[in-house]
Each structure stands twice: as structure tokens, then as C-alpha cells.
């Protein structure tokens, strides 16, 4: 076999690929969704599960992800098809590159939004608003966000400009650079705020909450395993695009590992310091999406120098999400480079403006629309647009991807190629095969059995 090229580029090196990766993970995921579904979801034993599925899903399925994105080069949809058509299977595996662009997209649109809401706490912390604020005028100066539909739309507005500049330029560009410092400051400035929480009294009731397991439904074991999807970028092909541009002498599994240890650390952090707060202020664990919005604020608004640190922290968090949102549409974008033969700012603009539309819905969500809900017999009750969105992608599109990826990796794919592709010791080689053959098949389907109650 010849060996493939990409044709949008290489990373320059390993570190920018597990940097480029740790950027796509590390997102509002981390920060923003974990503490908020970890408090609606009772806490311990949600922990654990996501724990559990990072380690035993997550993990391998990163590693299958990048492995068939740099043995195929190309966008998911075209990866899966030649991977597909070499192992003598029907091309019809492209499906799964399908599948995986119209979830990036889907989650695009409002993680969008979200990310415009961490925008302007930028400058509303930087305002002085928050300073000796109590728990109650942080919550409301929270509503008054939400409430007003322009505010939102103008933020989400410019949150997807500067995606699409990004994407446009190609990955690479700039991009390196940025997440070389930023992510360590992120997470120097989550220390920051962990140390304040420290100083509530009520750490120990955080960690309380956290780490002791209690009861779980089905439902929530679902949305737990699907974060892990989530929270690692994997299931629609991100991962596996970037792998694209992956030199073939970089670990795999090395990378894997440092990427989701990194994300892990990330999101147990945010948690550890967002629920202290949550308790020493009478607040409510299970506050949903504004969660953080409403708890980090009281820490920068009692802390020596926190508008300073508050600034910096929103700043960052937006950082954060921008590394994440590209690539969630580069498989898209690199997709109609490849066949259409458009420019990558073409390509760009075009689906940063669909996904700008759809992202509408999710603003609407949170004023006009949040009665607007509605319920699917077995899957969910009572959701609005946004939260469907939520749900459809991250707990059924994401962990249904990664089940197509592990039954391609694990029982299609020749021995051969994969241990040749992988490249690693014997003996993780077998640890991987059993846990992408088995392992996260069965997980996935007991999981969805069990959400709708089948089992
Ligand atoms: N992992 C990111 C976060 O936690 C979000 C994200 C980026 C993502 N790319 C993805 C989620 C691909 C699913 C699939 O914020």
C-alpha cells in the first residue's frame, strides 16, 4: 500500500496533536456541563460511572478513533469508506462519518450559545457587578441574561465568527500556539478558585457530594456514559479527523491517555470547586445549565482580587470552548474540501451559517421557547428544544457512533492493520481489542436497554 497523505496538512509535531486533541476535549464539557449534570444527577455515583466509562470506553475508543483517522487521512466520511472498502466491507460505512456531521453540527449550535454566555461573564465580572454580590443578585443577574433573546443572539453571533475564522484558517493556524499557554492557565486558574472553595467550610461537604456513591437510575447512567463521549470529543469523528493529521511515529496510546487524564483532571477540578459553593450558599445541586453561572461568580465576587481572576477564568473558559467548537465542523469542512473541491472558507461559512440558524432554537430555549417541551415515549419527558438537542446527540448519536467505531475497529478491521496502525506493546494491544471488541459493545447497548427501561 502507497502511503496516504492528507491533503489539508500535518501537525507539526506530536506535542501540537495532543495539544490540538487536549483543546478539543477540554471544553464547556468540562467546566460548564460536568458540575451541572453531576448535581442534576445525584452526584457520587454518577462520578463514578463517567469515571468508569472514561476509562473502560472512553480510552479505547480514542485510540480506535485517531488509529482509523490517520490510517485513512481523509475527512470520517471518506476515512470510513476507503478504511472500509481496504477490509473488503461496503462502503456504506461512511454512514458513520454521516452520522458524526450532523451530531458536530447539532452540538455546534448550541454549544454556542453556551460559550456566548461565558463572553459576556467576561465583561460583566470585569464590570465590578459581582463584588460582595449574594447568592440571590447573582442568580438574577444570571436570569437577566437569559431572558433577553438579543443579548443572546448577538453573543452566539460572535462566538460562531470567531469559529469559522479558525476554521477557515485551518486548524493549525494559530491555534498551536494559543493552547500551548492557555490550557495551562485555565488550569492554574481553576486551582485558584478551588482554593477559594477550600476557604467556604463547606469543602468537605463538596467532596461529600462528589465522590460518595448513593442510588442511579438508568437514565442517569445514560447521560453519564454519554459525557464521557462528550467530555472526550469522540463518537462523531473529531478525533478521528484530527488523527488524520497525525505523522505516523506518535504513540497513539500515549496520547489517548494523556488527553483524557488531562480532561478528567479538568472537570473533576471545576466540580470540586463549583459544589462548595453550591452548598455554602443554599443553592441548589441540580440548578441545570446555569449552574456555573450562578456559583462561580460569588467566589469572584469574595475573593482578593477577583475581578482580575474572574476575567482571566471567563476568558479562558471561552478559550477552552473555542478550541473545542472547531473541531466540531472540521470533519464537515474537511469533508467538502475533499469532494466538492470548496475552499475552506467557503466550506466554513457556509455550515457556521446553518448551524448559526439551528442555534437560534437554543436561544429561544432559555426565554420565548422554555415552555415550548416536548416528550418522546421511552427516551425523554418534557424537554425543550436545547435540551433535546443535548440529549439526542451527546446520549444517543455520540454513544451510538462509538459502538459503529468499536464494532469497525475491533471485529472488521484485520489484525494486521490495526496492530500495525496502533503500534504499541503486546500487551495493550490485547487490553485494547478485548475492550473495543467486547467490552464497550456490550457497554453501549446494556446502557441504551436500560435508559428505556428494558431491562
Ligand atoms: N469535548 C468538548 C467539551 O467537553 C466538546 C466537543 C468538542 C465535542 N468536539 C467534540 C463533543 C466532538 C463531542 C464530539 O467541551
Known sequence: MSERQSIHGQWSNRLVFILAATGSAVGLGNIWKFPYIAGENGGGTFVLVYLVCIALIGIPIMMAEIMLGRRGKQSPINTMATLASEEGKSNGWAALGWMGVVAGFLILSYYSVIAGWAMSYVFRTGSGMFTGATAD????????????????????????????????????????????????????????????????????????????????????????????????????????????????????????????????????????????????????????????????????????????????????????????AISLIEPAVAYMVENKGYKRVYSSVLIGIVTWFVGLGSVFSFNIWADKTWSIPFLFEDKNFFDTLDYLTANIMLPLGGLFIAIFAGWLMRKQASTEELNTLPVIYKVWLFLVKFVTPVAVIIVFLKAVSVI
Do not use: C
Open 137 to 324: 443578585g447573582v442568580s438574577s443577574i444570571f436570569s437577566d441574561l437569559v431572558s433577553d433573546p438579543e443579548k443572546l443572539i448577538a453573543w452566539h453571533t460572535i462566538f460562531m465568527v470567531l469559529t469559522m475564522v479558525v476554521v477557515s484558517r485551518g486548524v493549525k493556524a494559530g491555534l498551536e500556539k494559543a493552547v500551548t499557554f492557555l490550557m495551562p492557565l485555565l488550569f492554574a486558574l481553576l486551582l485558584l478558585v478551588l482554593g477559594y472553595s477550600m476557604t467556604t467550610g463547606y469543602f468537605s461537604q463538596g467532596l461529600e457530594f462528589l465522590f460518595t456513591p448513593g442510588e442511579i437510575t438508568g437514565k442517569a447512567i445514560l447521560i453519564a456514559m454519554g459525557h464521557a463521549f462528550f467530555t472526550l470529543s469522540l463518537g462523531m469523528g473529531a478525533i478521528m479527523v484530527y488523527g488524520s493529521y497525525l505523522p505516523k511515529t506518535t504513540s497513539i496510546t500515549q496520547a489517548s491517555l494523556w488527553v483524557a487524564f488531562a480532561d478528567t483532571a479538568v472537570a473533576l477540578i471545576a466540580g470540586m470547586a463549583i459544589f462548595p459553593i453550591v452548598f455554602a450558599n443554599g443553592l441548589e445541586p441540580g440548578a441545570g445549565p446555569g449552574l456555573i453561572f450562578k456559583t462561580l461568580p460569588i467566589a469572584f465576587g469574595h475573593m482578593e482580587g477577583g475581578i482580575l481572576i474572574g476575567v482571566m477564568f471567563f476568558l479562558l473558559v471561552v478559550f477552552a470552548a473555542w478550541t473545542s
